[in-house]
Nanobody
């Protein structure tokens, strides 16, 4: 499975960005998808996850109410809509795939495939 994340960039605080993660190479719509992020000098952090049919979504505490994840299984693509961005949201954002239709997982070690990351920079 290959994952291609896109949509990162520079935005002012309070602004919005939409990240996309396109999956290919054996990806199944039954797989869970998630977003993690890693800021310089910090550990990788769970941001949001969605199960195979979108019936279960889970968010990290720091982004609840501001970020929304969704997916389009016809396009094998997941999205992360980020609103009300803050400087502390600055990080490299990674999409990840978990093989299996189960509930959303929040630990990075449980994910099987990772994208290359896209940089989000929020200026104050």
């Amino acid at each position: 499975v290959q994952l291609q994340a896109s949509g990162g960039g520079l935005v002012q605080a309070g602004g919005s960005l939409r990240l996309s993660c396109a999956a290919s190479g054996g990806f199944s719509s039954t797989y869970g998808m998630a977003w993690f992020r890693q800021a310089p000098g910090k550990e990788r952090e769970f941001v949001a996850g969605i199960n195979w049919n979108g019936s279960s979504r889970y968010y990290g505490e720091s982004v609840k109410g501001r970020f929304t994840t969704s997916r389009d299984n016809a396009k094998n693509t997941a999205y992360l809509q980020m609103n009300s961005l803050k400087p502390e949201d600055t990080a490299v954002y990674y999409c990840a795939v978990l093989v299996g239709p189960g509930r959303v997982r929040t630990e990075s070690y449980e994910y099987n495939y990772w994208g290359q990351g896209t940089l989000v920079t929020v200026s104050s």
